[in-house]
């Protein structure tokens, strides 16, 4: 069964980091761009970055309200990846998905797996 | 950036009912957009892409139509487990946005 598992969660202080991380299983990270969505506490998801592939050398892009802040990173060796969120602030509360995309082509690069999910409280 | 608007934001319906939501984008995105389905909880799931293509598994129930700027998302026959709160996904420039999303009851 392919899954996504993220991990990393948990509450921090406003101007504090933090590094989620996105485990794969039952299929290769490796061949596919892999993203970020975050959705705030009763509300809607908002798109949060983007990596892709080694023969795209892994090149990122980033929402504006992001970008600067937090870095988006791949260990295709462990399947894995991440987001390392620093300068937090507290409308970086979320809830954090990890999205696999389905396809480089853009008329095929919606997300067709997403892991569970994990809480980031920013808070004092 | 492309703005995605879903209307209504939330719709009440019976049983059986026919429902369509819509979703309307702030510039011509041609088919370039994906549907999802989020229960309460959970991480969204796909429904449709393509604007039309159903997702592998999703039932017959669901079709999308729509190009251009406009787009619908039908059920044709309500059910229970359909209750969930649905949204639109653009696909063709970053940074990808997503509508407000709507919220379906069943009466």
């Not at chain 1, 970020?36 to 809607?44: E, L, M, S």
């Not at chain 1, 949060?48 to 504006?64: L, Q, S």
């Not at chain 2, 959970?42 to 449709?48: G, I, S, V, W």
């Not at chain 2, 079709?63 to 039908?74: A, I, N, Q, Y």
Request: net charge neutral.
């Amino acid at each position: 069964e392919e899954q996504l598992v993220e991990s990393g969660g948990g509450l921090v202080q406003p101007g504090g980091s933090l590094r989620l991380s996105c485990t794969g299983s039952g299929f290769n990270l490796r061949d596919h761009y892999m993203d970020w969505v975050r959705q705030a506490p009763g509300k809607g998801l908002e798109w949060v970055g983007r990596i892709r592939d080694k023969g795209n050398a892994y090149t990122t892009e980033y929402a504006a309200s992001v970008r600067g802040r937090f870095t988006i990173s791949r260990d295709d060796s462990k399947n894995s990846l991440f987001l390392q969120m620093d300068s937090l602030k507290t409308e970086d509360t979320a809830v954090y998905y990890c999205a696999r995309v389905y396809s480089s082509a853009w008329t095929r690069s919606f997300f067709d797996l997403w892991g569970p999910g994990t809480l980031v409280p920013v808070s004092s | 950036d492309i703005q995605l608007t879903q209307s209504p934001s939330f719709l009440s319906a019976s049983l059986r009912d026919r429902v369509t939501l819509t979703c309307r984008a702030s510039q011509d995105i041609r088919t370039s957009l994906a549907w999802y389905q989020q229960k309460p909880g959970k991480a969204p799931d796909l429904l449709m892409y393509a604007a039309s293509t159903l997702q592998s598994g999703v039932p017959s129930r669901f079709s999308g139509s729509g190009s251009g700027t406009e787009f619908t998302l039908t059920i044709s026959s309500l059910q229970p487990e359909d209750s969930a709160t649905y949204y639109c996904q653009q696909l063709v420039s970053y940074p990808l946005t997503f509508g407000g999303g709507t919220k379906v009851e069943i009466k």
